[in-house]
């Protein structure tokens, strides 16, 4: 029992070498720059946190992707992994997958600050891996990533809608 209490106090001890949260900051990136206050009061709202449609919502700009913020109740169905695609430390899509060819994978966007279900072209997570195009009802996505198999890559993603096109250039693709 000495011996638990022992262990026990020799794991809460805090290890000299560790980082500290700044450290960790600086080491990521998020310590440069004006710091920026947490805003208070913003908690979303649920129906916010998931994807209810597979439409652009009316009124809203189908080549104006927003930051994927809260997706806490996004469901994309069963899947063996997924990537997403990132700009300027801002997700802009996530997508993902079975490993299985025959089963299309599923993605979600932000736009007019509802989140949009997007449905893969081609299926397998070898598809979404390779950069998907995928569709909602009024707009197209598809990633471009550089050529290679790393887990992260940079990428380009094009928005389509209404017969314009948008580039949204130099944004990370990044899969697991």
């Not at 998931?50 to 994309?76: C, F, Q, T, W, Y």
């Not at 060819?101 to 932000?110: C, D, N, S």
């Not at 390779?130 to 471009?144: N, Q, Y």
Request: proline content about 6%.
């Amino acid at each position: 029992m000495v011996s638990a209490a022992v262990l026990l106090a020799a794991c809460s001890q805090g290890d000299g070498d560790a980082e500290s949260g700044d450290d960790f900051a600086a080491r990521v990136g998020a310590g440069q720059g004006e710091a920026t206050p947490a805003p208070t009061g913003t908690v979303a709202p649920p129906e916010s946190t998931m994807a209810r449609g597979s439409a652009v919502p009316e009124g809203a700009d189908p080549m104006g992707l927003e930051k994927l913020g809260n997706i806490a109740r996004v469901d994309l169905g069963p899947r063996d992994g997924g990537c997403t695609f990132s700009l300027n430390a801002q997700e802009l899509l996530l997508a993902g997958a079975p490993d299985d060819e025959t089963v299309k994978g599923k993605g979600v966007v932000r736009i007019g600050g509802e989140l949009i279900n997007l449905t893969a072209e081609n299926g397998g997570l070898g598809a979404i891996y390779a950069g998907p195009t995928m569709t909602a009802d009024g707009v197209t996505v598809k990633v471009v990533p550089a050529a290679g198999n790393d887990a992260m890559r940079t990428a380009d993603l094009y928005v389509a809608a209404d017969g314009k096109q948008r580039k949204f250039a130099g944004g990370q693709w990044a899969c697991g």
